[in-house]
């Protein structure tokens, strides 16, 4: 019995361990984001974009960081042109993710390129996406409105 509870409190203690460690960006991107945008996120020619040396660039500014974390709780849908590729697409909303792991996620992809020092999201940046209400396709129309202030990559 005495065993038993030592062993229930060591199991805890290494599960609170491991739910305090910061999320792994990389392994969440090869297990959530790869089969669509390829494991090097170099994506598929008029399917799914490439998110290499682009996501870094789109969060340089302010409204950039506030589009990619829309894309990731609400999800995309509609015609966008990455990198001169037309796909006219659908994303699903990964909003099931935590804010801590949609933010390890999108600063893994901001620094998988050559934008130097890497942007890096906060867990408030992805709270404050999250409690925006948006559809698939304002998120593209907010695309859209991004492109046209700072041109997209
Ligand atoms: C089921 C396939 C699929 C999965 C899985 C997926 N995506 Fe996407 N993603 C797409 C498609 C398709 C688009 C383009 C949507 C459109 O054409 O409107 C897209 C668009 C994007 C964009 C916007 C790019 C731009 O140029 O504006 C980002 C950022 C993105 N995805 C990140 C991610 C991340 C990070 C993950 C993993 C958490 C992920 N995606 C998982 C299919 C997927």
Redesign the pocket.
């Known amino acids: 019995m005495r065993l038993a509870v030592a062993s229930a409190a060591a199991i805890l203690a290494v599960s609170c361990a491991v739910a305090q460690a910061a999320p792994d960006g990389n392994a969440?991107?090869a297990a959530?984001?790869a089969?669509?945008?390829q494991a090097d996120a170099s994506g598929m020619a008029g399917?799914?974009?490439a998110?290499k040396n682009?996501?870094g660039k789109?969060a340089a500014t302010p409204e950039g960081k506030a589009?990619?974390a829309d894309?990731?709780t609400h999800g995309?849908?509609?015609?966008?042109d990455?990198a001169g590729d037309s796909?006219?697409?659908?994303?699903?909303s990964?909003a099931r993710?935590s804010d801590e792991q949609?933010a390890a996620?999108?600063s893994a992809?901001a620094a998988m390129g050559d934008t130097k020092p890497a942007p890096s999201f906060t867990v408030a940046e992805i709270a404050a996406a999250r409690a925006r209400s948006l559809t698939?396709a304002a998120v593209?129309a907010e695309?859209a409105t991004l492109d046209g202030k700072h041109k997209?990559p």
């Open positions: 969440l991107f959530n984001c089969a669509c945008h399917q799914f974009p998110l682009r996501v789109i589009y990619l894309v990731l995309l849908s509609g015609s966008i990455a796909i006219s697409g659908f994303m699903p990964f993710l949609i996620i999108l992809v698939p593209n695309r997209l």
